[in-house]
């Protein structure tokens, strides 16, 4: 199982910016995905969810970020994505998109480092 | 939303001797087929967190069984048998049971 975030980057406030994570060994399409941050020196925040075809590719989001963030997939090409829109600068964390199994994340990529600043 | 309290922030062991991780959820985690979506997971210093137990007492594949995880009402615990070097990181749980997902402060577990 691999996943391999990217995307991130300095962006303004008010900006946009579109993640991807590129998932390899294992069958993308039959799991749930979720989108994980960390802001710099800080704990963990779920940011949102997407579940597969079967279940319609429902999504749910943070109350943070819900609005603003899509979560999306392409289940051709093994792919999750993270639209983020009206950046700000409690915005600013490392990314990581992760597996869902058995209830929670099983496996975790490396992170793409998003900062928000002018 | 339901709230996951840790305790203690940080938690300074001694090698070969046990720890323990507490995570207090705001109201029970038990779903209504009964399942319970409480798991642990650990974060070495610059690393990805990685899954150690899930479903409160389950215990990943490859996770030395000095981790195990239990529970007591809405009250879990993440005990360390004998801590080894390679334990300290941050160590956090994560309730999935109701929406939204939340996740615990987090615990700092270092050597004395």
């Known amino acids: 199982v691999q996943l391999v975030e990217s995307g991130g980057g300095l962006v303004q406030p008010g900006g946009s910016l579109r993640l991807s994570c590129a998932a390899s060994g294992f069958t993308f399409s039959d799991h749930y995905m979720d989108w994980v941050r960390q802001a710099p020196g800080k704990g963990l925040e779920w940011v949102g969810r997407?579940?597969?075809?079967?279940?319609?590719?429902?999504?749910e989001y943070a109350a943070s970020v819900k609005g603003r963030f899509t979560v999306s997939r392409d289940d051709s090409e093994n792919l999750l994505f993270l639209q983020m829109n009206t950046l700000n600068s409690e915005d600013t964390a490392l990314y990581y998109c992760?597996?869902?199994?058995?209830?929670?994340?099983?496996?975790w990529g490396q992170g793409t480092l998003v900062t928000v600043s002018s | 939303d339901v709230v996951m309290t840790q305790s203690p922030l940080s938690l300074p062991v001694t090698l070969g001797q046990p720890a323990s991780i507490s995570c207090r959820s705001s109201q029970s985690l038990v779903r209504s087929d009964g399942s319970t979506f409480l798991s642990w997971f650990q974060q070495r210093p610059g690393q990805s967190p990685r899954r150690l137990i899930y479903k409160v007492s389950n215990r990943d594949s490859g996770v030395p069984d000095r981790f195990s995880g239990s529970a007591s009402g809405t009250e879990f615990t993440l005990t360390i048998n004998r801590v080894e070097a390679e334990d300290v990181g941050v160590y956090y749980c994560m309730q999935n049971s109701h929406w939204p997902l939340t996740i615990g402060g987090g615990t700092k577990v270092e050597i004395k």
């Open positions: 992760s597996r869902d199994k058995d209830g929670a994340a099983d496996y």
């Open positions: 997407i579940r597969n075809k079967g279940d319609h590719y429902s999504t």
